[in-house]
């Protein structure tokens, strides 16, 4: 599993399609044919005046290969804006993203692509 473009350039503020906020997002990775399907992805978003907020969320199993997308909604409040970029020496952390998606084998083996960014 490898996550596309569009899903790492949410991470960070300064990307073409960075992550607004809202409870609801999309993410995406592409499947080769001898991966397994993905079964779970977690997801972490914080910036320096909002909490952190993490959800772990079970994925509708996909016999797709190539591209497989899912909309990863927050039951339970709404995910931060991606980590805007810190020029300010006083104030060197501003948040972090991290989204990871993984799968396991039948003996359980857990496979995994995560990306994270922290600013």
Do not use: C, H
């Not at 993410?27 to 952190?52: D, N």
């Not at 991290?98 to 692509?113: A, H, N």
């Amino acid at each position: 599993m490898e996550l596309d473009q569009a899903t790492l350039d949410q991470m960070y503020s300064t990307a073409p399609n960075s992550f607004l906020g809202g409870a609801t997002i999309n993410i995406g990775w592409k499947r080769s044919a001898f991966a397994l399907p993905a079964k779970s992805t977690y997801i972490q978003f914080q910036s320096s005046t909002q909490p952190l907020v993490s959800l772990n969320k079970n994925l509708p199993v996909s016999s797709t290969i190539g591209s497989v997308t899912a909309s990863i909604t927050n039951t339970s409040g709404v995910f931060p804006s991606a980590p805007t970029a810190s020029n300010v020496p006083s104030i060197p952390y501003r948040g972090r993203s991290w989204i990871g998606v993984q799968g396991k084998d039948p003996s359980e083996t857990v496979i995994y692509s995560a990306y994270s960014y922290s600013n």
